[in-house]
């Protein structure tokens, strides 16, 4: 920074005093936050109780700026001032003391910045208190990154039991996608490249009893986490666990919630102190909250950015919601409810969301009333978004992602719980260190080179991008969101019959999906039933275009235990049926008169065979 231009004759021992005008509310804000955060390495005091014993600086110098004045007797004022009182109570110039130093032209644009804002301080001081309330004192952040560990910890317990005793009819060896003979062909085919397209723990151990031992493994793993032992090393086993099941999996594991848990879980490892046991409140790095709100930021925002992109015009004209409640994977009874309210409303209830949606992943980063509006303002949609719908984990995921935004003083106000002691947290708010940094550094730069195509999509993206951005697909832990991009306006149903004379048929019922037409939908989640999603997956596609399609019914064939048990209930028990069929039906809601008059939530027109009538082999 440039020399002082003057200099006092009785400059403070020992510490630099920072001067500002004392009758300003503006001033006092910030004079009271720096005194937090530099209090230990800079005195401040009011310009007027000071001003007799530094003659050398006119008395109107007080009125236009802050003043800084240095055990060597050098004064500052303005944007130097803060700049240089910033260096002395952090000890580093930070970037903007950088740019003002050796930018050209960063010093005049700096102090002209300072000029505009000291000449609108009253209206500033208004925007503050608004924005930021009435203290501009540093925030801890120790509760709600602990309760996220916590949350996280759940979910993941939820993830491998709700996967656990789905994989036998799944993913097992008489399953209908079995993991092993994937995992077989791919080598032969991949060779030494398999270990990074298809990163898993099966190729060391298998894809058989191996997998049961990563479902087991991770609920004792997320105990551990909850008990907070070891965290890093938890989060690193559960993210290897699940992406190896992830990979197993095939097409039953690929949906965005199994990638966001992944994503998630590996961007915790530096926000978790580095410890074998952690305390049950704790500082994190702002690094490593700011990665999760990037991620949070990231899952919200595309989710609004690709249903307009998409041009579809359910989305663009407001009315897909007419159509969404009865058309999503597994609705509830609420959704059904929320399906009969007027067209009206249901617009509004669409430019809502993507008012929320569009709007609240910003303030995230903003001011912290503002940040605490955005993190509310996601967790309260996907709490509607859970109401009507069933989502697995992942309304419950997002829910916890807003936690470590919302600091400690939002948490004692709103619900009594006790703040650290302002030295205590001081104490643990420390710079990421190096290795925590270098990381934070490649999980940012992976998430922009995966982002930036779903944003730009008509730019030309050269050879060496396209391959920057495969490999980081390939790792299935930074990734490109965005749900829903194109709304289904209807909802075909494949319901699977079984006959043992080619006359009389038998539906075979499942568990959650639409079927039988007086059973209300309910909820399941967080638990998946992945044969059911897919199922929905299959009804909007060509029967060829779902080869596990073929598998589900020779094991209905033969009745598979491992496959019937997917399902509701076995209508043929004593022997397999002689006969097999899948329609594709038409389902819609009823109205609330019909409800009443004939018991049904659903009415279905008949459209195509799935599969025509076939005699079991």
């Not at 700096?110 to 925030?139: F, H, I, M, Q």
């Not at 704790?282 to 690094?287: D, G, L, T």
């Not at 009206?344 to 940040?371: D, H, I």
């Not at 929905?536 to 020779?554: D, I």
Request: a positive charge; one cysteine or more; glycine letters at 8%.
């Amino acid at each position: 920074m440039p020399a002082s231009p003057l200099r006092v004759a009785s400059p403070p021992t020992g510490r630099p005093l920072l001067l500002w005008d004392g009758d300003c509310r503006f001033c006092r804000l910030w004079a009271d936050r720096w005194r937090e955060e530099y209090g230990a390495r800079v005195d401040f005091a009011p310009a007027r109780s000071q001003a007799g014993r530094f003659p050398e600086i006119p008395a109107a110098a007080f009125d236009e700026a802050v003043q800084f004045v240095t055990p060597d007797g050098r004064v500052f004022a303005g944007a130097a001032a803060l700049l240089h009182a910033r260096a002395h109570g952090t000890g580093r110039p930070g970037l903007l003391g950088r740019i003002y130093a050796r930018v050209p032209g960063g010093a005049w644009l700096l102090e002209a910045a300072y000029r505009l804002v000291a000449r609108r301080r009253g209206r500033l001081y208004a925007l503050t208190r608004a924005v930021c309330g009435p203290s501009l004192a540093p925030l801890s952040y120790s509760f709600g990154p602990a309760l996220f560990i916590r949350a996280l910890a759940v979910i993941y317990a939820l993830a491998f039991a709700s996967l656990w005793w789905q994989l036998p009819g799944l993913i097992g060896p008489e399953g209908l996608l079995p993991a092993q003979p994937f995992l077989d062909a791919e080598a032969r085919q991949l060779g030494a490249a398999r270990w990074w397209e298809l990163p898993t723990l099966s190729w060391i151990f298998g894809g058989g009893a191996f997998l049961h031992v990563l479902c087991g493994g991770g609920l004792l793993l997320s105990g551990a986490l909850f008990a907070r032992l070891a965290p890093p090393l938890c989060l690193l086993l559960l993210w290897a666990a699940y992406l190896s099941l992830v990979v197993a999996g095939q097409e039953f594991l690929g949906f965005q919630w199994d990638l966001l848990l992944l994503e998630t879980g590996l961007l915790t490892v530096l926000l978790v102190p580095w410890r074998w046991r952690a305390p049950a409140r704790f500082e994190p790095p702002r690094i490593a909250r700011w990665l999760l709100g990037w991620l949070l930021f990231r899952l919200m925002f595309m989710s609004a950015y690709v249903k307009l992109a998409s041009g579809d015009p359910t989305w663009r004209d407001l009315t897909a919601l007419t159509h969404h409640y009865q058309t999503q994977p597994l609705p509830t009874w609420l959704g059904w409810w929320m399906h009969q309210l007027p067209a009206g409303v249901q617009r509004a209830s669409c430019a809502a969301m993507f008012l929320v949606e569009f709007t609240a992943p910003f303030l995230l980063f903003g001011p912290r009333r503002l940040r605490r509006l955005g993190a509310l303002a996601l967790a309260g949609l996907q709490l509607v978004i859970a109401a009507t719908g069933n989502y697995t984990f992942f309304n419950l995921l997002t829910i916890a992602l807003c936690l470590p935004l919302l600091d400690d003083a939002w948490w004692a106000r709103g619900f009594g719980v006790a703040p650290r002691p302002q030295a205590e947290s001081a104490g643990e708010r420390r710079p990421a260190g190096p290795a925590r940094r270098a990381a934070a550094a490649l999980l940012l730069a992976a998430s922009l080179v995966i982002t930036l195509p779903g944003l730009l999509r008509e730019v030309d993206w050269p050879g060496w991008y396209a391959s920057a951005y495969r490999a980081v697909a390939l790792t299935r832990s930074v990734n490109r969101y965005g749900l829903f991009a194109v709304m289904t306006t209807r909802r075909p149903e494949i319901v699977i019959e079984g006959s043992r004379d080619g006359r009389t048929w038998i539906p075979y019922e499942f568990r959650w999906k639409a079927g039988d037409l007086r059973r209300a939908p309910g909820w399941v989640a967080p638990h998946q039933p992945r044969l059911d999603w897919q199922m929905w997956f299959a009804a909007l596609g060509h029967p060829r275009q779902e080869p596990w399609m073929a598998a589900l019914f020779r094991g209905l064939a033969r009745n598979s235990p491992p496959i019937l048990r997917l399902l509701a209930a076995n209508p043929f028990p004593d022997q397999p049926p002689a006969y097999l069929r899948a329609i594709v039906y038409d389902y819609a809601f009823t109205t609330p008169a019909e409800l009443r008059r004939t018991g049904a939530w659903w009415r279905r027109t008949a459209v195509d065979y799935h599969l025509p009538p076939t005699r079991v082999p």
